[in-house]
Structure formats: structure tokens, C-alpha cells
């Protein structure tokens, strides 16, 4: 641990008292100067602190920040996120995180980033990322599965996520899930999940988990192609989200789900799943990789993460991966997309 973090975790624990500077040199075996000059590095990074009479000083107010000690602080996982990796800027965590799993990373250690400059979704589209004002997170995860149920993680994904975003909403009602990787308020999306893969023979090698949640952006400032189809939880819930509080429940949530699928998976998660997912008897068309379309009504998801398409001729189908657009009663493509 470094000084500035042991004297933020001194700090910390007199929240908004003067901690004498003498004390914390002595506390930490540094001389007074050093404790001045990490009170202003934490300064540089948006820590409130201000002076006290005699020398001491006070953290009055913590920075909107994803930084590792403050995600850790109070966190309750066991093994999702007990190595944080924070950036304030990168071109993608995904691939940021594939490379420290390549390199060895433990299971569970996350890459967390103020801003992406070329966020990634699905089909090699972009993540629209502007700095601070939402979540972009990924996990290197490496679970005991065989390479038929990983199509089943980014849906345990997607549950931890709506349940999140339902709790901050207290409205588990306006939450959907829309497969493969969407997470929506009032049917618009909020939340997009990413997947990539290593494997090793029949068994998952590493996962690449990337989750990005639109936390505080207002979806003014969206690109022109996204308005009317994204949206933010600030905008749905009418206040601000604190973004660090948000991010620890997500972890949290996120391990519970991981553990339960480990153990049994995507049956483990059926029953909750269900409750947000709300495409069963919907029109749907899925575009597959080569160009072709099919059209007809969405069914339940598979055990092993497909979904059910129920063909106008009365045919069923699994769709194992495909571009799924909603369509309206009247049968003309919504302008809602899987992203």
C-alpha cells in the first residue's frame, strides 16, 4: 500500500474530523513534509481535503471517481474485483483486459475506465463512452465450464445488470432483458454487454466480460444514431446515480450470479431471468451472420443460452447468434436494435 493510500485510509476513518499531521507522520513512519506532499496528490486526484487549524487535516468530500480503493472500500465480494485495474482513459477495457488475461491475470480481476475512446459492442459496433459519467468495466473470468454453457455467462450478465438497475429504479417493471446483451428502461436500452472468448480444447480457457451501463450521461448528448433508442438511469430515475455505489452493488450482484451458475447453471438463474425477459411472443427479425433473415416471434431461451424463434410456417428454430431487431404489431422493423 502506498503512503497516499494509507493516509487516505487514515483520513477516511475520521471522515470529515482533523487528523493531525504530526500524528499521521508518526502513524506512518514519514516525515511531515511527505504527508503534505501525499495530501496533494489525493488532492490532484479530486479528494476534498482541507487544512485544520494546527496543522491537521480533514477529507471533507470523495471524488466521483471509479478508483480501485474507492470500489473496494466496503466491498463484499470474495473474488469478483479484488484486483481493480483503474484507467482514466483507454481505447477499450475489453482488450485491455484480454491482454492482462493473456499475461496471467487471477479470475475475477477487473479493468475499470473513466473513458473509452473506441468502445466495443456486438458485431464490431461502437460503445458511445464519454468520461465520467457512466460505467465501463471488464472482467477476466475463468470459470470451470465447457465451452457449450459460455453462451449462458453474458445472460447471467444481463441479470445481474437489470436486477442493479431495478434496485436503483425501485421499479423492476420498467426493466427488460433483451437477448443476447441488452439491458432496457421503458424499452429503451441502458446497458450493453460484450463476451469474448479463449478456449482450450472443449473448456473455456478465459472470459472476457465487458459491461458498459449508461449511469449519468444525458441522452441528449448521444450520437444522432442512438437518441431515441438509449437512455440513461439518470433520466429514467430523475436524480443522479452515484456512479461508485452503483459499480460496488454491481460487483456484488454480479459474483452472486456468477457463483449460482457455476453451480448449476443458466437453470440456477431461470426463474429470475424470466422475470426480465419480456420478448416471448414478440415479432422479431434476426439477421444472420451471412446476410440472411428470419422472421417470426421470439420463444423462451434454451439451457444453453439460444433463443427460441417461432417461424410463421410453424417451424422452431434456435438462434445460437444473429442481429435481433423488435417489429411492431403491424409487422414494419422498430428502430431498436440488439447492440
Request: glycine residues 12%.
Amino acid at each position: 500500500m502506498s503512503g497516499a493510500e494509507r493516509i487516505l485510509g487514515a483520513l477516511r476513518r475520521h471522515r470529515g474530523q482533523p487528523c493531525s499531521g504530526e500524528e499521521l507522520s508518526k502513524d506512518l513512519g514519514v516525515s511531515r513534509a511527505q504527508v503534505w506532499k501525499h495530501v496533494e496528490s489525493l488532492r490532484a486526484r479530486g479528494y476534498e481535503i482541507v487544512g485544520a487549524p494546527g496543522g491537521g487535516y480533514a477529507l471533507v468530500a470523495l471524488p466521483d471517481r471509479l478508483y480501485a480503493e474507492e470500489l473496494q472500500e466496503g466491498l463484499g465480494t470474495s473474488w469478483l474485483g479484488r484486483v481493480i485495474h483503474h484507467l482514466e482513459t483507454t481505447d477499450s477495457t475489453n482488450r485491455v483486459a484480454g491482454e492482462l488475461a493473456r499475461d496471467g491475470a487471477v479470475h475475477g480481476a477487473a479493468v475499470v475506465a473513466e473513458h473509452q475512446s473506441a468502445g466495443r459492442g456486438r458485431l464490431g459496433r461502437s460503445f458511445f463512452s464519454p468520461a465520467h459519467q457512466n460505467l465501463y468495466v471488464s472482467f477476466v473470468l475463468r470459470p470451470a465450464l465447457p465451452i457449450t454453457q459460455a453462451a449462458t455467462v453474458i445472460l447471467g450478465a444481463g441479470l445481474a445488470v437489470a436486477q442493479c438497475v431495478a434496485e436503483s429504479l425501485d421499479a423492476p417493471d420498467r426493466v427488460a432483458i433483451k437477448w443476447p446483451n441488452d439491458v432496457q428502461v421503458d424499452g429503451l436500452k441502458v446497458s450493453g454487454i460484450l463476451m469474448e472468448m479463449s478456449a482450450e480444447a472443449t473448456r473455456i480457457g478465459h472470459l472476457v466480460l465487458g459491461i458498459g451501463v449508461n449511469l449519468n450521461v444525458p441522452p441528449e448528448s448521444f450520437p444522432e444514431d442512438f437518441r431515441g433508442r438509449a437512455t440513461s438511469l439518470r433520466a429514467a430515475a430523475g436524480h443522479r446515480i452515484d456512479r461508485v455505489d452503483f459499480t460496488r452493488r454491481l460487483f456484488f450482484t454480479l459474483e452472486a450470479v456468477l457463483d449460482r451458475h457455476a453451480v448449476g447453471g443458466f437453470e440456477a438463474l431461470r426463474g429470475e431471468f424470466d422475470g426480465f425477459y419480456r420478448m416471448r411472443g414478440t415479432p422479431i427479425s434476426v439477421a444472420d451472420l451471412d446476410g440472411s433473415e428470419r422472421i417470426g416471434r421470439a420463444g423462451g431461451i434454451g439451457a444453453d443460452g439460444a433463443l427460441e424463434l417461432h417461424r410463421e410456417d410453424g417451424r422452431l428454430e434456435r438462434v445460437v447468434a444473429g442481429d435481433v431487431t423488435l417489429r411492431p404489431r403491424d409487422g414494419t422493423a422498430a428502430t431498436e436494435r440488439a447492440s
